[in-house]
């Protein structure tokens, strides 16, 4: 990709004692999982994501919930990281120091390379006993639909959060000291639209810190970041590290 990156970005990059990075679905669009608020299809296309990641679907139909989460698994299963992915990995590797957030469930990142990933939104693979909570870190260990929880019977569902739940404690608060300490942070096809994940920026921006967004549709953040770049994170990213660490 031939994108002229102003020398000031570079420069942030090259002299950052800590690089935050906070990705959402379009880091996988070019993975070929659907980002969040695409429409989806065939079966699923009568129905709105945004009404299925929700403890009342949940409660007022398990096995659809299930079911939904079931195809996006198979969806994820097909995938694999794309270049943005990769070149996310690599940036841990140059930078002082690295902190990567992501609201993404589809564990890319790990198989991209990346350690000490904060997953704010859970993740795909593990599910939890619906009331206890328990976590089991692989879904193939269970059939049904929702697979029972084998001693007390309990529905087990997705590991991952929901609107109106809380985020879990330690990813969050990891989150947030890395968004009040970094000296760049990276908005990476995101819609900013969930919070409290879109409000981490406002950390940083109070900071005065160098904030990048990527993403190829504006956002409620385009104006506010100290740059943004219109493009696919896919082909951005690998060029911004080939550009800052050569
Ligand atoms: C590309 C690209 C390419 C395409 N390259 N880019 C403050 C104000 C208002 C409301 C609230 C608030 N605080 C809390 C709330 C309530 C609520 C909320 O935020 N609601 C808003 C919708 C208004 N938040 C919560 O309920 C959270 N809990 C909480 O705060 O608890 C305490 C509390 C509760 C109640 C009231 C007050 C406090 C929990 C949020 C959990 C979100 N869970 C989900 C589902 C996870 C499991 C699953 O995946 O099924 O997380 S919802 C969904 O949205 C998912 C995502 O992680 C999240 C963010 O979506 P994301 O990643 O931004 O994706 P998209 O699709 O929206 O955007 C993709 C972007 O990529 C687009 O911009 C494209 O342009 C771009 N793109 N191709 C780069 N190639």
Known sequence: ??????????????QAKHIMALTGAGTSAESGVPTFRDAQTGLWAQYD??????????ARNPQ?????????????????PNAGHYALAKM?????????????????????????????????RRIKGANSGCVYPNWEAFTGSPPQEPVSGEYMRPDVVWFGEILPEVQLLSAIEASQACDVYLLIGTSSLVHPAASLVVNAL??????????PNPTPITEYATYAIPHPSGEILPALVTAVWG
């Open 1 to 14: 990709m031939s994108y002229q990156f102003p020398p000031q970005i570079i420069e942030a990059l090259q």
């Open 49 to 58: 994501p945004q009404e299925l990641a929700t403890p009342d679907a949940w």
């Open 64 to 80: 659809l919930v299930w079911e939904w989460y079931t195809w996006r698994r198979n969806l994820v299963a097909e995938a694999r």
């Open 92 to 124: 841990a590797q140059h930078a002082n120091q690295f902190t990567l957030v992501t609201q993404n469930i589809d564990n890319l990142h790990q198989e991209a390379g990346s350690s000490n990933v904060i997953e704010l939104h859970g993740n795909l």
């Open 206 to 215: 109070r900071n005065q810190a160098t904030v990048i967004e990527i993403n």
